[in-house]
């Protein structure tokens, strides 16, 4: 899947498509094969009582190339 966004004056990207570019992004830089795309958000409410939610990384998981009961090694994106 392609992604032209140069003539966009804003996106909305589903949590479908954003997983889809950090898996073909990780993978083409890694190596690895992702097996899972966690998003970590958080969740607040400000002064007026609104609450805000918002997107601060994702961990993934890579496959392990070692015998099936090792622990898959994974990485966090974003501030941690």
């Known amino acids: ?3 032209n966004f140069e ?4 996106a909305t990207l589903s949590v479908k498509v954003v997983e889809e570019m950090i898996r073909k992004v990780v993978e083409e830089q890694t ?3 992702i097996t899972t795309v966690n998003f970590d958000i958080t969740e ?3 002064a ?5 939610v918002a997107f601060t990384g994702c961990t993934v998981k890579f496959e392990s190339s070692k015998a099936p009961s090792s622990k898959a090694p994974s990485a966090s994106l974003g501030p941690h």
Not at 7 to 10: G, N, R
Not at 48 to 52: A, C, D, G, L, Q
């Open 31 to 33: 190596g690895k094969k």
């Open 7 to 10: 003539l966009a004056m804003s």
């Open 1 to 3: 899947m392609s992604y």
């Open 44 to 46: 607040e409410y400000n």
């Open 48 to 52: 007026r009582n609104y609450r805000v």
